[in-house]
């Protein structure tokens, strides 16, 4: 790699340069254990629009507010529910987002204009230091450019961001690997408008009813196009032995048509699988390995330069599981459903 045009904070020791960075309204990545984000003073205008630059994101989707206490939470939301403390005991600091009414010195630029805030406290020592340090609460989307796989990794924020952002804290892999769960506070029952790094099963088991909306319209980020490869993704899902015989006949297809085709398979499938470009997500039983390998997964079929990506889905839509397929969902232009045979 080429010398990097932004400054890579190497050690926590120097987490003060960040926060002072995003204290003078510069836009700072840093890591979460969801993903990683890229950061600006919330409260700051200004600051936030150089995040939609540098990403290309679309203004009217809204950005998460990242807090490291209950006071710096009380300065962005008001009208706080019961329940929104219920799940903050619980979960917090954690991959959930709670959507709640805003306050005023919350610029538009940053809630994309809604009359809400989503709000998070995430789970990771140099995030918490670095808003403690800046003194203000961090508005922050996943820190690549729109449209791509979000980073688990520092590289992959180099990778998009240089020469677009002023700073990258370095803090290895992110332990989730896929963003937080997203839960709407203000209708009654609570809505999930996102599935994430927290479980739905946890949700419900610590407030009961949650409304489950498909492919929601109140969260404005899910229309968009997300996670994609650059190579067209195919995903098959469905029952493993059948979607392995659908896989490998994708696989034969594309070659006949002089393309070159990667795969993202469980492991289970992986010995029955040939391919040159081949990545292994990870168990069906162990889904919170698929999670953490996912988004790197999607970026590898960059890396091998392939033609076309065929994906297994074949991963049970709870708990990680639930966030995995919509990801993979979202990444892939094309959906196969086999049954089984
Ligand atoms: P990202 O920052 O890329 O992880 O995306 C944040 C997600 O939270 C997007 O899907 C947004 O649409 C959603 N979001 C942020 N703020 C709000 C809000 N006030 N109401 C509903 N959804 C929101
Ligand atoms: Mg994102």
Redesign the pocket.
């Known amino acids: 790699m080429e010398a990097p045009e932004i400054t890579l904070i190497l050690s926590p020791q120097e987490i003060g340069k960040a926060a002072s960075i995003i204290k003078s309204g510069g836009i700072v990545a840093f890591p979460t254990e969801t993903v990683y984000g890229l950061g600006a003073n919330a409260l700051d205008g200004e600051a936030v629009s150089k995040i939609f630059r540098a990403k290309g994101r679309p203004a009217d ?4 507010v990242h807090v490291s206490s209950r006071e710096m939470l009380n300065m962005v939301a008001m009208d706080i529910p019961e329940l929104a403390f219920k799940l903050m005991d619980a979960f917090w600091p954690g991959a959930l ?1 709670i ?1 709640l009414k805003r306050k005023d010195v919350v610029p538009d630029i940053t ?2 204009g ?1 009359d ?3 709000v998070r406290m995430p789970d990771n020592e140099i995030a918490l230091a670095l808003i403690t340090g800046s003194g203000v609460p961090i508005a ?3 820190a690549n450019i729109s449209g791509r796989p979000s980073p688990t990794k520092a590289e992959h924020v180099i990778k998009d961001m240089d020469g677009r952002i002023d700073a990258v804290i370095m803090g290895g892999e992110t332990r989730l690997g896929v ?1 937080s769960t ?1 839960l ?1 506070l203000t209708v009654t029952p609570p809505a999930l ?2 599935p994430g790094g927290l479980g739905l099963e946890e949700i419900i088991g610590t407030i009961g009813e949650v409304k489950v909306i498909e492919e929601s319209v ?5 229309r968009y196009t997300h996670y994609s490869p650059k190579a067209k993704l195919i995903l098959v899902e469905g029952e493993r032995k059948s979607v392995l015989f659908e896989v490998k006949r994708l696989i034969s297809e594309s070659r006949k048509q002089g393309l070159k085709p990667g795969v993202l398979v469980s492991r289970e499938s992986a010995m029955d699988i040939e391919c040159d470009a081949k990545y292994i997500l990870g168990s069906v039983n162990d889904l919170k390995e698929v999670a953490n390998r996912l988004f790197s997964g999607l970026r590898f079929l960059d890396e091998a330069g392939v033609d076309i990506g065929i994906a297994e889905g074949v991963f049970t839509e709870e708990r990680e599981g639930r966030a995995i397929m919509n990801r993979l969902r979202k990444a892939a232009k094309e959906r196969v459903i086999k049954k089984q045979e």
Not at 61 to 64: E, K, R, Y
Not at 218 to 222: L, N
């Open positions: 989707n809204p950005l998460i987002t959507i809630t994309g809604l809400t805030v989503a922050a989307p996943s963003e997203v709407d408008l996102r109140r969260s404005p980020g899910m």
